[in-house]
């Protein structure tokens, strides 16, 4: 079944964290989670595996780092980590015997596009177009760009996304501040109109901030959206706690939070930062209601 066809289906639940479920896995701080696609799949798989009995609907690739700048440092180039982060969820999806959809995740570059950084966009072009033609050659249903903070970069990823994807469809959501703003400054009505004028299938937010600030700007993406909307966020706003970030919403204040996006016309619902494969089962529970 293609992933258009999802956009039929009242609601689709997304996947949960990937950073912090492979760092309790034991990936060490400051590690490349992209290069477990190939030195340690199986605990990737595992994780895929944990978000798909949980109900997950769509599973998203440990690819949110695959692009040159990322992986300056590596051994891998991002073609090999792109292609079997895509590999790892196809292979959790037909084990678990369940339908699914695998999500190619592009995440941003670390580096400001010209003015406010020295990246053009032609440079910015091509690190995309490698992980996204690598993970559509992979078996790749969908394109899910995230955890964008600036606009024009969000813009960049998506026209590569549509040059180089194979006509998949592009979702996009992007890292807004409790009041609505991403870290350049444009409001979400700003960000909404370019993003359906560059032709995504989806859009919305995650990751930045939590449920509960979501829920108070709902009524400013449903006024001004007509594409399907996703919400992703974390497990609450962070916290320090001896020397550590730590997210302190829990499975049951995360779902009804989420209940209330769901019940106002939010169509994606998963989870960012902190969120579990037990986050996430209380939400698709509640989201099948």
């Known amino acids: 079944m293609p992933f258009s066809d999802s956009?039929?289906?009242?609601?689709?639940?997304?996947?949960?964290?990937?950073?912090?479920?492979?760092?309790?896995?034991?990936?060490p701080a400051g590690a490349s989670p992209d290069v477990w696609n190939i030195t340690n799949p199986d605990a990737v798989r595992a994780i895929h595996a944990a978000h798909l009995a949980a109900g997950a609907d769509v599973i998203t690739s440990n690819t949110f780092g695959?692009?040159?700048?990322?992986?300056?440092?590596g051994s891998y180039k991002p073609a090999e980590l792109a292609a079997a982060g895509?590999?790892?969820?196809?292979?959790?999806?037909?084990?678990?015997?369940?339908?699914?959809?695998?999500?190619?995740?592009?995440?941003?570059?670390?580096?400001?596009?010209?003015?406010?950084?020295?990246?053009?966009?032609?440079?910015?072009?091509?690190?995309?177009?490698?992980?996204?033609?690598?993970?559509?050659?992979?078996?790749?249903?969908?394109?899910?760009?995230?955890?964008?903070?600036?606009?024009d970069e969000a813009l960049v990823c998506v026209?590569?996304?549509?040059?180089?994807g194979s006509g998949l469809p592009i979702l996009c959501t992007l890292t807004y501040s409790p009041a609505g703003r991403l870290m350049t400054g444009e409001p979400i009505e700003a960000v909404v109109s370019a993003l359906e004028?560059?032709?995504?299938?989806?859009?919305?937010?995650?990751?930045?901030?939590?449920?509960?600030?979501?829920?108070?700007?709902?009524?400013?993406?449903?006024?001004?959206?007509?594409?399907?909307?996703?919400?992703?966020?974390?497990a609450g706003l962070p916290v320090y706690q001896d020397g550590q970030?730590?997210?302190?919403?829990?499975?049951?204040?995360f779902a009804v939070e989420m209940q209330q996006l769901a019940s106002g016309g939010i169509w994606g619902l998963g989870g960012c930062c902190g969120t579990t494969p037990e986050h996430i089962a209380l939400l698709a529970r509640l989201a099948a209601e």
């Open 7 to 27: 956009f039929s289906k009242k609601h689709l639940v997304f996947d949960g964290g990937m950073g912090t479920m492979l760092l309790s896995a034991g990936l």
């Open 66 to 73: 695959s692009t040159v700048p990322r992986q300056k440092r």
């Open 86 to 151: 895509v590999r790892l969820v196809k292979e959790a999806i037909q084990a678990s015997g369940k339908t699914a959809y695998a999500a190619l995740d592009i995440g941003p570059l670390g580096e400001f596009l010209e003015p406010l950084g020295d990246l053009t966009e032609e440079e910015a072009l091509d690190y995309f177009r490698e992980p996204i033609e690598a993970g559509v050659s992979a078996g790749a249903d969908c394109i899910l760009i995230e955890t964008m903070s600036a606009l």
């Open 159 to 164: 026209k590569a996304a549509k040059a180089y």
């Open 197 to 234: 004028e560059a032709g995504v299938s989806g859009h919305g937010c995650n990751c930045g901030v939590g449920p509960e600030q979501l829920v108070a700007l709902l009524p400013r993406f449903v006024a001004c959206a007509t594409k399907p909307l996703i919400m992703q966020p974390n």
């Open 245 to 253: 970030t730590v997210y302190l919403v829990g499975p049951e204040a």
